[in-house]
């Protein structure tokens, strides 16, 4: 057998099996809750490693090692920037999240949270935030199934289409019918496999360039400067990567883990295990890179033309053909785990913030999951037909995703959690803000010195004060509300025998 037909197999190995792991889940949904939030009923294991997983897509294994490849340790600071947010989401996000959307008439989706937490009858902050959803949602499929067409395309030689047809065909397979448990036992799968692949890729690499003292002075003989935090980095510019942590807490396809969790006692458990996945690959992808610096320079008759390929081609030289072929699968695994997330909520905005509205109001459960799964299939097919343009400049707007979306939903979420006099005005006003500081500074020279999630999130808060407090009126309903959300979140609390999954 040849290497290629090795890595296939693996490839394949691997598609089955989050095909079969979509066929139990398929098995497992039952009604619109099941199909959108898993009935909250995950353990605190799944929703960190699912959390995890369709988080960090293909940049923890290709963007970061290829960037620390280039400039060393001053382009970790994304990754200690994200780790540190995602810690404070765990911490203060998740259990009051989990807590207060149950008490508020049981909201299963970001927009209808808002719309039950402020009581607005008008449905506008919910067409609205349904609206942004899945406009943005949509970019960020197309901007994926992108990568896998990529993927295929370099990893095997196929073309681009092909790649991008099984990558887009596979995931909504088991996202279409295993709903958001599907794409959450897929995404613990997934994560697994990233983890493993994170930690063999750089031990084995550490081995062949001849231990740690080896490997730190061939990086020196390289660059000095590349095992430094600070040079060639600016105040500004650490500011920036470290500012990517502000995205989490807006990020809906991370947080809708938290409200699908069991009860919100199980954060402090989810926590631990989320940040320890992330802290292990996060260390992983950077070691990566720093031990193929250290790698080609020992061997300079190899070369690296793509600095963001080197995670892959030091697996294909290190390892048995079938072994790379899973470090292969790893790498489409951090993509199909963003994907499968995305369409979710995706499907959820269409059908359960936009759909219920003016659709029927006595649709049976079954109907609202086939409308469910048909949210998912139009995402799928209009983020394909985007993807087709490769000319586009899709990719590049995951980043602006990233920050529209921290800026937009990040300083709402966090006031609406811990805020009484947040209000239905304030909540509008600081999403428009928040998303269109961000569109214009990320299309300006400003945004070459500073990321614009930084001026967006800052602008996107002040607002919902200001116009909150001038707007704010008084509210019994929801006042009890805030107070049960509050006593039901804290540590200590007994969560009820018959609310117990």
Known sequence: MTDQTFQLAAIILYLAGMVAIGWFAYRQTKD????????????????????????????????????IYVSGLVEAWIAIGLTIGAWLNWKFVAPRLRSYTEVSNNSI????FLENRLKDNSRLLRVVSGVIILVFFTFYVSSGMVAGGVFFEESFGSTFLLGMLIVAGVTLLYTLFGGFLGATLTDVAQGILMLVALIAVPLVALNATGGLAATVDSIRLVDPNLLSLTAGGSVLGVISAAAWGLGYVGQPHIIVRFMAMRSPQDATAGRRIGISWMVATAVGAIATAL???????????????????????????????????????AVLAAIMSTISSQLIVSSSALVEDL????????????????????????????????ALNRDSTILELVGFAWAGFGAAFGPIIILSLYWKKLSTAGTLASMITGAVVVFIWGNSPLSASLYEIVPGFVASMIVAVV???????????????????????????????????
């Open 32 to 67: 619109l809750d099941d199909y959108m939030l898993a009935g909250r009923a995950l353990k605190p294991g799944t929703a960190a490693l699912s959390a995890g997983a369709s988080d960090m897509s293909g940049w923890l294994l290709l963007g970061l090692p290829g960037a």
């Open 109 to 112: 989706t970001i927009p209808s």
């Open 291 to 329: 031990i193929g610096i250290a790698y080609f320079q020992q061997n300079p008759e190899l070369s690296l033309a793509n600095p963001e390929t080197v995670f892959l081609i030091l697996s294909q030289i290190l390892f048995h053909p079938f072994i790379a072929g899973l470090v292969l699968a």
């Open 467 to 501: 116009v909150s407090l001038a707007t704010y009126k008084p509210s019994a309903e929801i006042d009890a509300e805030f107070d049960a959300a509050a006593e039901q979140s804290h540590p200590k609390y007994k969560v009820p025998e018959r609310a117990r999954v």
């Open 355 to 386: 759909y219920k509205i003016v659709g029927k109001k006595d649709a049976s459960p079954k109907m609202l999951i086939m409308l469910g799964r048909f949210g998912v299939l139009l995402v799928a097919i209009i983020a394909g037909l985007i």
